[in-house]
Nanobody, 122 residues
Framework: VQLVESGGGLVQAGGSLRLSCAASGSIFDFNAMGWIRQTPGKERELVATISRSGSDTYATESVKGRFTISRDIAKNTLYLQMNSLNPDDTAMYYC????????????????WGQGTQVTVSS
C-alpha cells in the first residue's frame, strides 16, 4: 500500500487543521492505521490510531480531546482532525499502517507516507 498525506500547513495557536491520508491499497489489510509525528531531535510519537474495524481508537495523552482520527471507507482515506493546536504540535505528521500485532507501538508501523508538515505559531 502507498500512503499520501496532505492538509498540513501553518496555523496560529488555537486553530485547526485536518490531515488526510489517501491509500492506494486497502487499509483493511492492516490491524490498524495510525498517525505518527516527528520533530527533529525528538523520538517519533504515535499520535492516534484506529483499528481495522474502526471501533477502537487511541490518542496519546497530549492530544486527547483535541485530535480525532477517523476514516472514510469509500474513499480509502484516513483523517486526523486537529483542533486547539498549540506550538508543541509542530511536527512532520506521517500516516502509517500497523504491520504487527501491538499497534500502540510506533515500531510496529510501516508503509509510511512522505509526511505533511504542521507548523503552529504562537
Amino acid at each position: 500500500v502507498q500512503l499520501v498525506e496532505s492538509g498540513g500547513g501553518l496555523v496560529q495557536a488555537g486553530g485547526s487543521l485536518r490531515l488526510s491520508c489517501a491509500a492506494s491499497g486497502s487499509i483493511f489489510d492492516f490491524n490498524a492505521m495510525g498517525w505518527i509525528r516527528q520533530t527533529p531531535g525528538k523520538e517519533r510519537e504515535l499520535v492516534a490510531t484506529i483499528s481495522r474495524s474502526g471501533s477502537d481508537t487511541y490518542a496519546t495523552e497530549s492530544v486527547k480531546g483535541r485530535f480525532t482520527i477517523s476514516r472514510d471507507i469509500a474513499k480509502n482515506t484516513l483523517y486526523l482532525q486537529m483542533n486547539s493546536l498549540n506550538p508543541d504540535d509542530t511536527a512532520m505528521y506521517y500516516c502509517a499502517a500497523c504491520t504487527g500485532y501491538v499497534c500502540h507501538q510506533v515500531g510496529n508501523y510501516g508503509h509510511w507516507g512522505q509526511g505533511t508538515q504542521v507548523t503552529v505559531s504562537s
